[in-house]
């Protein structure tokens, strides 16, 4: 579960559809076009994202291929 800071989120709806973008921090609102700015995700941690988790990652790592 990837979590982003963004202060300005108050202008977009519940159950809007948003387009993401964990390296730049830019979250837009594909409804009304509005783009926000997040902090953007760390490297390492954007690596741990698509490994698949920290246990993935550590297997990775390790050369033992586990998974959580």
Do not use: H, N, Q
């Not at 579960?1 to 973008?21: K, Q």
């Not at 997040?38 to 993935?56: D, H, Q, S």
């Amino acid at each position: 579960l990837t979590i982003l800071e963004c202060p300005d989120t108050d202008e977009i709806a519940a159950g809007a559809t948003l387009s993401v973008d964990l390296a730049s921090g830019k979250i837009k609102d594909l409804g009304t076009g509005k783009t926000f700015t997040a902090t953007a995700i760390p490297p390492f941690m954007r690596e741990l994202v698509a490994a698949g988790g920290l246990m993935a990652w550590m297997g990775k790592r390790l050369g033992t291929g586990a998974s959580a």
